[in-house]
């Protein structure tokens, strides 16, 4: 029986698609930065992006060596390119361009059917529910908020806080430390065969995978406890909860 299920988020309760390489993101991000007298060409901010981002994951890896698959505080950046710049902004000034960045890079982001009915479910019949999500807090607050979702959650782990992702098996034991969790009461639901599955099968728990557009291609074994390749939500209910 299981009495602990963990959802990833993106791609298996919302769906999304984001471009962070399109040119007009850039160009608008470079003028917020120029309204506070941070000034560089789109091209330039782009490419000073993706570099602190290297720079950033490298300190990471120096600070904790035992971390497998890094992840970052991407707001750290976010400063990093006005202080090099010789410009001083606050933590919500900072928080402003990682949300506006969110905004600009999203092309469509909605709820998958049957989300809110899993999860209903869920808490009717006593369950708890938690987020492991390889994901950055300052966009996935304001997502989780916007849907409504905060409140089905015991517990929410957003890997940018620990600096650490899917598969790495720390990041699910940071998981399971912090809210006393069982291995054999616990299931792991996802949309990605490596990070999410992989990672629940290494760690020693099982899970249920469901395939979505947006799921990367399976190259390789898939394995998941249960599977649901239609991307069908309301499939979960039958196979792992109604009978447990």
Same mark, same amino acid.
């Given at each position: ?52 981002? &290297? ?6 890896? $120096?600070?904790?060596?035992?971390? $497998? ?12 390119? @006005?202080? &090099? ?5 606050? $933590?919500? !000034?900072?928080?402003?361009?990682? !949300? ?35 994901? &950055?807090? *300052? @966009?996935? !607050? ?20 620990? !600096?650490?992702?899917? %598969?790495?098996?720390?990041? @699910? ?10 291995? *054999?009461?616990?299931?792991?639901? +996802? ?6 599955? +992989?990672?629940?099968?290494?760690? +020693? ?6 395939? &979505?557009?947006?799921? %990367? ?6 394995? *998941? ?18 009978? *447990?």
């Amino acid at each position: 029986m299981y009495n602990n299920y963990i959802f990833d988020l993106y791609g298996t309760l919302i769906d999304i698609n984001t471009d962070e390489w399109n040119d007009d993101l850039w160009k608008k991000i470079a003028i917020l930065y120029a309204y506070k007298g941070a000034h560089y060409t789109y091209d330039e901010l782009n490419e000073e992006y993706d570099r602190l981002v &290297q720079a950033e994951k490298k300190a990471v890896l $120096k600070k904790s060596p035992d971390t $497998k698959v890094v992840d970052i505080k991407i707001e750290k950046v976010f400063r990093k390119l @006005f202080t &090099q710049k010789g410009v001083k902004v606050t $933590k919500a !000034e900072v928080l402003f361009i990682a !949300e506006a960045f969110r905004c600009y890079s999203t092309k469509y982001i909605k709820l998958y059917d049957g989300v809110l009915d899993l999860l209903d479910t869920l808490k009717a019949k006593g369950k708890k529910v938690y987020l492991l999500s390889n994901a &950055q807090r *300052s @966009f996935t !607050e304001n997502e989780l908020n916007m849907f409504d979702l905060t409140k089905y959650f015991d517990g929410i782990c957003i890997s940018s806080d620990e !600096e650490c992702s899917k %598969p790495d098996e720390k990041y @699910f034991k940071t998981l399971f430390d912090r809210y006393g969790l069982e291995k *054999s009461e616990s299931i792991m639901i +996802g949309n990605d065969y490596i990070s999410d599955i +992989g990672g629940a099968a290494d760690f +020693g728990i099982d899970s249920l995978y469901i395939h &979505q557009s947006i799921s %990367p291609e399976i190259d390789g074994e898939l394995r *998941s406890t249960y599977k649901v390749m239609d991307g069908d939500v309301f499939k979960i209910k039958k196979l792992i909860i109604n009978h *447990s």
